[in-house]
């Protein structure tokens, strides 16, 4: 939910992988934010995908990494429905490995943080993530 008309984060849980080391080679978002109050139609968050929930009274992603860590936020269009198609390979540093214990979390979230112009007590969202990754043991 949206609270109101300020700088807030919001996140949905989409994913937890399972216990153990996990590599995660690439992640695609094509997602769209749909308003269900009209008071965010026009409203362009930044969205991405992380390993952590996004909270907090902030307006872009970027300000806590783990908001973006998988899908590096990206302004969508509005909140009508339209999709932000974004893709991350993991290839400069190599693949994220997630270790057992310790390190990154082992979910994954889908993240917006915007000044909201109003509140939205039940947006939805539509799409799909894709998540390549490997399980490679306890």
């Known amino acids: 939910a949206i ?3 300020d700088a807030e984060a919001v996140g949905l849980l989409i ?19 749909t308003q269900s109050q009209g008071s965010i139609n026009a409203d ?3 969205v991405g995908i992380g390993s ?10 970027n300000g806590t990494s783990t ?12 909140c009508t ?6 893709t991350t ?7 994220v490995i997630i270790p057992a214990s310790g390190g990154l979390a082992h979910t994954v979230h889908f993240n917006a943080a915007d000044t909201w ?19 490679l043991g306890a």
């Open 52 to 61: 952590v929930i996004a909270t907090g009274d902030v307006s872009a992603l």
């Open 81 to 86: 429905g339209t999709a932000t198609d974004s």
């Open 44 to 46: 362009t968050p930044e």
């Open 117 to 135: 112009a109003g509140a939205d007590s039940a947006a939805t969202l539509s799409g799909q993530v894709w998540i390549a990754w490997r399980f």
């Open 15 to 33: 994913y937890t992988f399972p216990a153990g080391v996990i590599i995660v080679d690439a992640v695609h978002m094509d997602v769209g934010i």
């Open 67 to 78: 908001f973006m860590d998988y899908v590096t936020e990206s302004n969508a269009a509005n």
């Open 3 to 5: 609270p109101g008309a």
């Open 89 to 95: 390979e993991m290839t400069a540093g190599g693949s």
